[in-house]
């Protein structure tokens, strides 16, 4: 079953840290874009930080400087490294992948990707 599972979330005072992990149920992983998105109540999904298929990488301009995305590609396994958090950074957080389509640079367009994950919810307090 090709799927795409979350883990990680929590609740964490501003200033903290917190790493997200998506393991991916994918027969092809190294070559495919991958990314992170987030939703926070009332707002419209925006990507946060995305990976290709050359480890290159994009950041959302609200998470530059603060997190950091990476992948294993052995384990299938992508992560999201977030420091200094905000209580602007509250939402839940989802994995994505952009399967069977051309794959450079990342892309931070939430129409880009085809896979989705079930999200994981982040909550920083002030």
């Known amino acids: 079953q090709v799927q795409l599972v979350e883990s990680g979330g929590g609740s964490v005072q501003a200033g903290g840290s917190l790493r997200l992990s998506c393991v991916a149920s994918?027969?092809?992983?190294?070559?495919?874009?991958m990314g992170w998105f987030r939703q926070a109540p009332g707002k419209e999904r925006e990507g946060v930080a995305t990976?290709?298929?050359?480890?290159?990488?994009r950041y959302g301009d609200s998470v530059k400087g603060r997190f950091t995305i990476s992948k294993d590609n052995a384990k299938k396994t992508l992560f999201l490294q977030m420091n200094s958090l905000k209580p602007e950074d509250t939402a839940m957080y989802y994995c994505?992948?952009?399967?069977?389509?051309?794959?450079?640079?990342?892309?931070?367009?939430?129409?880009?990707?085809?896979?989705w994950g079930q999200g994981t919810q982040v909550t920083v307090s002030s």
């Open positions: 990976i290709d298929g050359d480890g290159r990488t």
């Open positions: 994918l027969r092809t992983y190294s070559s495919v874009c």
């Open positions: 994505a992948a952009r399967l069977f389509q051309y794959c450079s640079g990342g892309y931070l367009g939430v129409g880009e990707y085809n896979l």
